[in-house]
C-alpha cells in the first residue's frame, strides 16, 4: 500500500494491522509527506525532485535520492507507468548505471519513477501478475530515465553535498612489493609531489594532512573535522581508473615498450578472444607478435601499468571480454551500455595492476601526494570494483570516546 500511497498523495490511506495503524498517510499532495510516513522525515527531506520532463511521448516526474542515502535491499525503488505498479530491468539497469561510480556493491539508491505514455506503446500481457511491461520505444524510456537522473546527480548542488558528506561505512580489510606503480614513480622524480602538484599557498590549506601509516596498507589522515583512513590500494585505484577514462575519452592513451618482451602462453579460447577483439586491445596500448600456435610477444603495454603486474592483467582482461550481453539487451542503448561497462571493467583492472598495492610502504610526501591526487579527484567514495576508499571518524566522536563532550 505504501507503493500506491507514493504514487497518489492526493488520496490519504490509512493501513492497520491487528486493530493497530501501521501506516497514514494526510493526503496532501506532497509526495515527501507520504515519504516522511513511511521511511522517515530524515529521508524525505533529502529526496530530490525530478521536474516533469518529456521525450517525444513519453513523460517522466518523481524523486531520486542523493548518493550518501541508499540502503541493502531495491524495496525503494518504485517505478509505475501509467498508475501501474510495474518491474522493468532495462529501466533498473539505466538507475543502477548512473549510481555505479557512487555507491558500494549492494547498495541501492531511493527511487520512485512515474512515467506516463500513450497505452498503445506498452505492452502489459508478458507476465502472468501483469508486474512486468514491455516498451515498443524502449530507447525513448531508457534514455529519458537516464539523461534525467544524470543531470540531478551532476548538479552543484549534489556534486558539492558528496564533496562535503563524510563516508560513514566500515573499511573492509597482500606482499611489500620492490617495483611500484608509475604514478608512485612520477611522485618520486618530482611530477607528483605536492609542491608540484598544488601551489605552495595551498599546500598549507589542503584538506588532508598525513598522519602515517599502518600496516603498509592504510593512510592516516587528519582533516579540519576529523581523522580520515584511506585504503591506499582503492584509493589511488580509483584515481589511476579515473586518469585513464579522461586518457581514452580524449584519445590521448599512451603506450610503453617491454624492454624484455613477454612471451604468453594462451589456450585456444584466449586465441579467439585475442584476436576477435584485437583493434580494442591495441586501442587500450597493448602491442604483441605471434610466435608459434599458441604463443604470442609482448611487446608493448598501457604506460599505467607495472611491467611485474602485466601478465596478470592481460590475462584478466581476456577473460572479461568474452561476456557478451543479456538477450533481454535487445535495444541499441542497452547494447551500447553493456559495452561500456565491459571497457570499464577492462580499465578497472589496469587501474587495480597499476596502484599502489597493500602492503608497500610510503613516505610522508609521498602519501600527501595521493591524497591530493583523491582531492583533485573530487573525493571518489568507492573504487572502481566498489570498495570503500576511506572511512572518517569525526572530532566529536573522538570527544565522546575519551568523555570529553
Known sequence: MGQYAIAHPEVSFKLFQDEKMVLSTSGDGRAQDVIASIWGTDIAEQMLEINPSTLGSVTLRGLVSPPNLNRGRKDAQILFVNDRLIENQMISFAIADCYRDFMLKGRY?????????????IDVNVHPTKAQVRFKKEQEIFSIVQKTINNILSSPDVRDYAKNSKPDYPINSEELTPEQPRLLQGRELGSFSPENNVEKDTISMRRFQSIGQMDATY?????DDGIYIFDQHATHERIVFENILASRDQGELSVQGLLNPLHINLNMFQLETLNKHRELLINYGFNWDNFGDSTIVLRGIPSDLVESEVS????????????????DMITESQTELFVDHQERKIVASLACHGSIRAGQRLLVSEMDALLDQFELANYPKVCPHGRPTSMYLSTLELDRKFGRA
Do not use: R
Request: without cysteine.
Open 109 to 121: 539508491p531511493f527511487i520512485f519513477l512515474f512515467i506516463t505514455v500513450q497505452p498503445s506503446e
Open 219 to 223: 593512510i592516516v589522515a587528519k582533516g
Open 312 to 327: 596478470n592483467a592481460f590475462m584478466e582482461i581476456l577473460s572479461i571480454l568474452p561476456e557478451e550481453p543479456d538477450q
